[in-house]
C-alpha cells in the first residue's frame, strides 16, 4: 500500500505523561493526602494481615481454657505473670488472639461472600443490561423481588434447615446479596452500551462476547469496586449477627458476634468480653466504608483533582 | 474601533482573563478590544480556544474570581462593568444586556414550564401579578414567533424542538428590552432551514427594537449575511477587524483568509479546500512569536520570536500580522 | 445495476416498533423511520446523503451497516444479498463496508492505546493480516492518515478532535474495506480542521478506490466532495440525482428551500431572495397525509394533501413531487448557478 501522506503532515501527539488510567503510585499518593482515609486503610491492612496470619501471630491458642486466668481485665497481668493486651474471657482464653482467629473468620466471609455475590450479580446484571428484552424483566423482577424479602428472616430459616457452617454462610450471602450488584451491573451496562465506540466495536464486527470483556467491563470496576468495598462490611455486620444468634460460625470457632453473644452474661462485671469484639465489628464496619467513600470520590474525575499530583487541565476550554 | 462620533454603547479596553490552575497560569484571553454602537451588529469570529466564549463570560461578569483573573475595562454607559457590584451587575445583566447561547435546550430547566421560565426575569425584576407576567410571557412568544403561544405557556421544554427552544431563550432575553443581546453561537445546534428562520427572526427584531447585535460564531457564512462589522480572534487575541465586506475581500491576515480559502461552498464546487495545517492551540497556550506562525503558510523568521502588534491596514480595518508591517514600509 | 455495482439499496425500509405506553390501548406505536430508499454505489463514488433532524438519515446508516436490521428492503453488496446470509457470514461481510463515526470523543474507547483500537479489527479478523506483520501495518495505517508511527503507544485523550479522527479513518482502513460510511465525519470538528480531514479523505478515496456514503448536515461539504446526492426528507429521499445537478438545478421545493437557507461566505450574495421556510419537520410518528412536505411548502396543492407524490425522473434527477418539471426556482438559486462561472 502506497503512503499517500508521504511525510506525516500533523505533528504528533503532545507529549503528555498522563496515563489514561491512574498508577497504583498515584492511587497511594492521593490516599496519604487524606489523612482520615488513610488512618482507616492502615487499620484496614493491620486487620488483614492479623487475619491471615492469626495462626502464628495470636500469642496464645484461642482455644486454650486456663480456668486460673478467667476475667483479667484488658492490660491485665494472670497470676504466672502472662500480660494479656486486652484480658480474658469467661474461660481464660486470651481475648487478643480470639479477636484474631475472628478477623480471620469475618474477613474471609466478608471477602468471599462479596466476591460470590459480585461474580453472580454482574453477570447476570451484564447480560440482562446488554441483551434487555425477556431475559432483563424476568432478572430486574427478580432483583425486586428478592430485595423486598426480609434478609434476615430467610438466613434464619435457610441456616435453620440446612445447617450452619462456613459453606452455608457464604451460600446464604450470596443468595441475598446478588440483587445489588446485579442492579449496579445492569444499569452501567445500559449506559455503556450507548457509547459510540461501542457501536464502533461491533461495526468492525466484535462479537457480544469481545464487546462485553474488553469494552464495557473494564469500564465498569472502577464504580463495581466501591459496591463491593461497602458489600464487605455488611456481610462482616450479617456474620457477626447471625453468629450472635448462634446460626452463623459455632464454637469453638471464634467469631466476632460469637464473642459478643457469650460475652453479653458477663456484660455488667466483664465489659471488655463484648466491648472489644463489639469495637472490632464497629471500626471494621467504619473503615470500610470510609474508604470506599473515598474511592467513590476518587473514581470520579471531577472530584479526583483534589487528591492527585497531576490533576486533569481543561484543554478544550474556549 | 469606534468609527462613530457618538461614544460607543459597549466599549470594551483590553480585556484580559488569566486563569490560575495547578499547571501553570492558562491565559485565555489576551488584551482583546472592541467597541459596538448602539444598533448595531458585531460578528465575533473565533474557534476553539480563541476566547470568544471566556471573553464574553468576562464582560457578563460570569467568570469565579479565583482561579480567575479579569484585568480591562468593559465601559456601557458610562460604568465600568468589571469594576461593578456584583448587585449592580445583575441588575444590568437581563435588563440592558442580554445573553443568548448555543445550547438552548440544556439551558432551560426541565422541571419548569416555558411560560415560567420566560416571565421569571420580569416577574424579578418588575414585580407584577402572575397574570401580568403570563401575559407578557405571551407577548414575548409573539414577538418570537412561537405559534400557539397560549397553550404553549404551560408546556415543558422537553416538548419543544431545538429551534423552538432557541426562540425560548430569544423571548426570555428580550424580556425587559435590552439595549444589546449577545448571542453566543445561537444557531450553531440547528439545523440549515431553523439556523435561517432564527437569523431573519433576529435581523426583524433588531430592526424592531433598535438593538445593538453581537454575534460569536465560527460560521463565515452567517457572519458575511448578517454582521456589520467583524472581528476575528485567535488563541486569545484578536488577530483582524474590518467590516465584514473589506474583511472577506481583502483579509489582511493570514489566518482570516486561510479560513476563508479553506472553507467549502455551496455555490462554488470549486478545487482542492486549502486545509490550514495544524490545529488550533489548546486554550492559553502562549508562544514567543506570533500564535499562528506554526501553521501560517506566509511566515517567516521574525514570526516565530516577534509578536505581532495591532497596526492599521486600510480605513476602519487593522490587523495584527508582520507582513502588514513590512508591505507599509515599502510603500 | 451495473457490475461494477459495488453497494445497491432497493426500497429499504426501516420500522421501530415502540413500546405501549398505555397497558391496554392495543396496537403499539410505529415509526417509520426510513421509506423506500434506493441508491446504487461503485467504487470510487461518494453518495452524499443530507436531510435535517429526523429525516431519518442515521437509521439509513445503521440499516446499511446493519447495525439495525432493515424492516423490508434489500441490501446487496458485492453482489451478495445481505438479508439471505446467516449471522455469522453477515459478520463476515462487515470487513467490506466500514463506519466513521461523528463524535471524535466517544468513539474511541479512552482506555485503549491508539495500537490496540486499531489492532482491534485483526483480532476480529485474524486472516487479514497476519501477526507478524501488524506492527508495520500500523505504522503504515498511521502513516496514511497523517498521523506518526510513535502515536500508537498514546491514548485518545492525548489528541486533538482532528487527530482523533484520523484514527478513526484509520480504523476503519484496517480490515481494507470498499465501501466507508462516513456519518458527519467533520461535523463536530473545527472549522479550520474540517478542511484537512475532506482533503484526507478524498486522497484515500482516489488512491484506494473507496466508495463513501457521506452524511452530512452541512451541504456546502457535501457539494465538495459527493458525486451524487440524495435528499431525504420524514424518511424518504425527496430527490436525487448528480450534485452539480441537484445544488445547481434542484426541483423539489425542499431541496430548494434547504439550499436557499446555506449562509454564504460572500457579503455581496446577502441581499439574495432567500426562501425561509416556516413551521418545523412534523413528528415522524404522525406524518402528513399525501406528500410529506405539503404542509410547509409554498406550492401545495388539494393534490398534494391527499395523493403520495409518484417518483419522476427529471433531467437526469430523481423528484418526488407532483409537480417537478413545473416548478421555476430561478429566482432563488441565480447565485448557484452565478459562481460557478467564477471558477
Known amino acids: ?318 | 474601533m469606534t468609527n462613530n462620533i457618538p461614544p460607543p454603547l459597549l466599549d470594551v479596553r483590553n480585556l484580559s482573563v488569566r486563569f490560575d490552575t495547578p499547571h501553570g497560569k492558562v491565559q485565555a484571553v489576551n488584551g482583546v478590544s472592541w467597541s459596538i454602537a448602539a444598533g448595531a451588529t458585531l460578528g465575533i469570529i473565533g474557534e476553539s480556544g480563541s476566547g470568544k466564549s471566556v471573553g464574553l463570560e468576562a464582560i457578563m461578569g460570569l467568570i469565579q474570581s479565583p482561579p480567575g483573573h479579569v484585568t480591562g475595562e468593559v465601559i456601557f454607559d458610562g460604568q465600568n462593568l468589571l469594576t461593578m457590584t456584583q448587585e449592580n451587575r445583575r441588575a444590568l445583566r437581563g435588563e440592558k444586556i442580554s445573553m443568548v447561547f448555543q445550547d438552548a435546550v440544556s439551558a432551560l430547566n426541565p422541571s419548569l414550564t416555558i411560560g415560567y421560565q420566560i416571565s421569571e426575569v420580569y416577574r424579578s425584576r418588575k414585580r407584577c401579578s402572575k397574570e401580568d407576567a403570563s401575559r407578557k410571557a405571551v407577548e414575548l412568544m409573539d414577538r418570537v414567533r412561537i405559534p400557539s403561544a397560549k397553550t404553549r405557556l404551560k408546556q415543558y421544554p422537553f416538548e419543544f424542538s431545538g429551534g423552538m427552544c432557541q426562540r425560548v431563550m430569544i423571548a426570555t432575553a428580550l424580556a425587559m428590552d435590552p439595549q444589546i443581546l449577545i448571542a453566543d453561537e445561537p444557531t450553531t445546534a440547528l439545523d440549515v432551514t431553523v439556523q435561517r428562520q432564527i437569523m431573519a427572526l433576529l435581523a426583524d427584531l433588531q430592526r424592531d427594537t433598535g438593538m445593538a447585535l453581537v454575534l460569536i460564531t465560527h460560521d463565515l457564512g452567517v457572519v458575511a449575511e448578517v454582521v456589520e462589522q467583524a472581528l476575528v480572534m485567535y488563541a486569545g487575541k484578536v488577530v483582524e477587524q474590518a467590516d465584514v465586506n473589506t474583511l472577506f475581500d481583502r483579509p489582511a491576515h493570514p489566518y482570516t483568509r486561510s479560513l476563508i480559502g479553506s472553507m467549502p461552498r455551496i455555490d462554488n464546487r470549486g478545487m482542492r479546500l486549502k486545509a490550514i495545517a495544524g490545529s488550533p492551540p489548546a486554550a492559553g497556550r502562549t508562544l514567543p512569536g506570533c500564535s499562528f506562525h506554526p501553521r501560517c503558510p506566509d511566515q517567516f523568521e521574525i514570526c516565530a520570536s516577534q509578536q505581532p502588534e495591532l497596526s492599521r491596514v486600510g480605513t476602519n480595518h487593522i490587523a495584527s500580522c508582520h507582513l502588514n508591517v513590512v508591505a507599509t514600509d515599502e510603500r | 445495476m451495473s457490475d461494477k455495482t459495488i453497494l445497491e439499496v432497493r426500497d429499504l425500509h426501516k420500522r421501530y416498533t415502540l413500546r405501549n405506553r398505555r397497558l391496554f390501548s392495543g396496537a403499539a406505536e410505529t415509526l417509520d423511520a426510513v421509506k423506500n430508499v434506493s441508491f446504487s454505489l461503485q467504487p470510487g463514488e461518494t453518495i452524499g446523503l443530507v436531510g435535517e433532524s429526523g429525516c431519518g438519515k442515521s437509521s439509513l446508516a445503521r440499516s446499511v451497516l446493519y447495525l439495525d436490521t432493515p424492516s423490508a428492503g434489500s441490501t446487496i453488496f458485492d453482489g451478495r444479498d445481505m438479508s439471505s446470509l446467516s449471522n455469522k457470514e453477515r459478520r463476515l461481510m462487515r470487513r467490506h463496508i466500514q463506519v466513521i463515526f461523528q463524535d471524535p470523543y466517544s468513539s474511541l474507547d479512552p482506555r485503549f492505546t491508539i495500537r490496540r483500537i486499531l489492532q482491534e479489527p485483526w483480532n476480529v479478523f485474524p486472516d487479514i493480516v497476519h501477526p507478524s506483520k501488524r506492527e508495520s501495518r500500523l505504522s503504515e495505517l498511521l502513516n496514511l492518515v497523517g498521523l506518526h508511527a510513535s502515536d500508537a503507544d498514546r491514548y485518545p485523550h492525548q489528541f486533538s478532535g482532528g487527530q482523533r479522527q484520523r484514527i478513526g479513518i484509520a480504523r476503519a482502513l484496517a480490515l481494507e474495506p470498499k465501501v466507508i460510511v462516513c456519518d458527519e465525519p467533520v461535523s463536530a470538528l473545527d472549522v479550520s480542521v474540517q478542511a484537512q480531514v475532506v482533503n484526507l479523505l478524498e486522497d484515500l478515496q482516489s488512491e484506494l478506490g473507496l466508495a463513501y456514503l457521506f452524511i452530512a448536515h452541512d451541504l456546502s461539504v457535501v457539494h465538495h466532495i459527493s458525486d451524487s446526492v440524495m435528499v431525504m426528507y420524514l424518511g424518504e429521499v425527496v430527490e436525487s440525482g448528480p450534485v452539480e445537478s441537484v445544488f445547481v438545478n434542484p426541483k423539489h421545493p425542499y431541496t430548494v428551500a434547504l439550499l436557499s437557507a446555506v449562509p454564504i461566505p460572500d457579503p455581496n450574495l446577502r441581499d439574495r431572495e432567500i426562501i425561509v421556510l416556516e413551521g418545523e419537520v412534523p413528528n415522524p410518528m404522525s406524518p402528513p397525509a399525501g406528500c410529506a412536505f405539503h404542509p410547509r411548502c409554498r406550492h401545495a396543492t388539494q393534490l398534494c394533501k391527499q395523493t403520495v407524490p409518484p417518483v419522476s425522473q427529471v433531467d437526469g434527477t430523481m423528484v418526488r413531487c407532483h409537480f417537478a418539471s413545473q416548478l421555476d426556482f430561478s429566482t432563488h438559486l441565480q447565485h448557484l448557478s452565478l459562481a460557478g462561472a467564477k471558477v
Open chain 1, 1 to 318: 500500500m502506497s503512503q499517500i501522506v508521504g511525510n506525516p503532515t500533523v505533528e504528533p501527539a503532545e507529549p503528555d505523561d498522563r496515563a489514561a488510567t491512574t498508577s497504583f503510585t498515584d492511587y497511594l499518593r492521593a490516599l496519604l493526602r487524606d489523612k482520615v482515609t488513610a488512618v482507616a486503610a492502615l487499620f484496614l491492612l493491620i486487620l488483614l494481615v492479623a487475619a491471615a496470619g492469626a495462626e502464628f501471630l495470636a500469642p496464645h491458642d484461642p482455644n486454650a481454657a486456663n480456668l486460673r486466668a478467667r476475667f483479667i481485665p484488658p492490660l491485665g497481668t494472670a497470676r504466672d505473670g502472662t500480660f494479656y493486651l486486652f484480658g480474658t474471657d469467661e474461660l481464660g482464653r486470651d481475648v487478643l488472639s480470639r479477636l484474631m482467629h475472628g478477623a480471620t473468620v469475618s474477613m474471609s466471609i466478608g471477602l468471599l461472600g462479596a466476591i460470590c455475590s459480585a461474580i453472580v450479580g454482574v453477570s447476570l446484571g451484564i447480560l440482562a443490561g446488554f441483551y434487555r428484552g425477556k431475559l432483563e424483566i424476568v432478572l430486574m423482577r427478580a432483583v425486586d423481588g428478592m430485595m423486598a424479602l426480609p434478609s434476615l428472616l430467610i438466613a434464619l430459616f435457610i441456616l435453620f434447615v440446612i445447617g450452619s457452617g462456613f459453606a452455608n454462610l457464604i451460600f446464604i450471602f450470596t443468595l441475598l446479596h446478588w440483587m445489588i450488584f446485579a442492579r449496579m451491573a445492569r444499569s452501567l451496562t445500559l449506559s455503556y452500551k450507548e457509547q459510540t465506540y461501542v457501536t464502533a466495536a461491533r461495526a468492525v464486527g466484535a462479537s457480544d462476547l469481545r464487546i462485553i470483556l474488553t469494552h464495557i467491563l473494564p469500564n465498569m470496576i472502577s464504580p463495581l469496586l466501591v459496591l463491593f468495598t461497602l458489600e464487605i462490611a455488611v456481610l462482616i455486620l450479617s456474620e457477626a449477627s447471625l453468629s450472635f444468634l448462634g446460626f452463623g460460625v459455632q464454637p469453638p470457632r471464634a467469631s466476632w458476634g460469637l464473642m459478643i453473644a457469650r460475652g453479653r452474661e458477663y456484660i455488667s462485671s466483664a465489659w471488655w468480653l463484648v466491648v472489644m469484639p463489639g469495637a472490632a465489628i464497629f471500626l471494621a464496619a467504619l473503615c470500610l466504608n470510609l474508604v470506599a467513600a473515598w474511592a467513590r470520590a476518587i473514581s470520579d474525575p471531577v472530584q479526583r483533582w483534589r487528591w492527585l499530583t497531576k490533576p486533569s487541565t481543561e484543554k478544550d476550554a474556549t
